[in-house]
T-cell receptor, first 113, second 114 residues
């Protein structure tokens, strides 16, 4: 069974640009979660999508947005990039009814220069 | 509100020694508790979880954790460290009702010396 996949592995952008990160959940999983892992700060919850709807949002500005597609894959968009957006962005997925058991992808390393 | 504190950003042990990674939480309602491991350049992998029932939870790779309500702790242990255990470990807490989103600690880096 394929795990959660994320693309790209690395992304380098300039301040003010936009970044798009992609995530494909495990087959059969309907929920997708996005986290930001900045150095020394642990994981900060960004967004939760389930069945195409945004279910919850963390304490991040509106320039962090995303969506979930009918095939349950998801996209995270970060507009007007700032230097402090540099981090590892992790995507996780879970099965219906097992929301607390999340399976993580390897992440996308975003560097803003 | 819920929060997680992991004591020690780095823990260093010798191969074969006991591993003890500390986690304390605060939660206004009975919590669900988790430990995750992150190997270099990889995502997080669930080691073990406590939801209800037995307070001593066994996980993968020989790790276990005990939920102690009176101490609001969920420390992770392993009797004998292996070199392959070197990784970042995260404790997480989620309320048993309400938001499904866990709160993660800042992580503890486990260093294993030969």
């Amino acid at each position: 069974e394929a795990g959660v996949t994320q693309s790209p592995t690395h992304l380098i952008k300039t301040r003010g640009q936009q970044a798009t990160l992609r995530c494909s959940p495990i087959s059969g999983h309907t929920s997708v979660y996005w986290y930001q892992q900045a150095l020394g700060l642990g994981l900060q919850f960004l967004l939760w999508y389930d069945e195409g709807e945004e279910r919850n949002r963390g304490n991040f500005p509106p320039r962090f947005s995303g969506r979930q597609f009918p095939n349950y894959s998801s996209e995270l968009n970060v507009n007007a990039l700032e230097l402090e957006d540099s981090a590892l962005y992790l995507c996780a997925s879970s099965q219906p009814g097992a929301i607390y058991e999340q399976y993580f992808g390897p992440g996308t390393r975003l560097t803003v220069t | 509100a819920q929060s997680v504190t992991q004591l020690g950003s780095h823990v260093s042990v010798s191969e074969g020694a006991l591993v003890l990674l500390r986690c304390n939480y605060s939660s206004s309602v009975p919590p669900y508790l988790f430990w995750y491991v992150q190997y270099p350049n990889q995502g997080l992998q669930l080691l073990l979880k406590y939801t209800t029932g037995a307070t001593l939870v066994k996980g993968i790779n020989g790790f276990e954790a005990e939920f102690k309500k009176s101490e609001t702790s969920f420390h992770l242990t392993k009797p004998s460290a292996h070199m392959s255990d070197a990784a970042e470990y995260f404790c997480a807490v989620r309320r048993s009702g309400g938001s499904y989103i866990p709160t993660f600690g800042r992580g503890t880096s486990l260093i294993v010396h030969p």
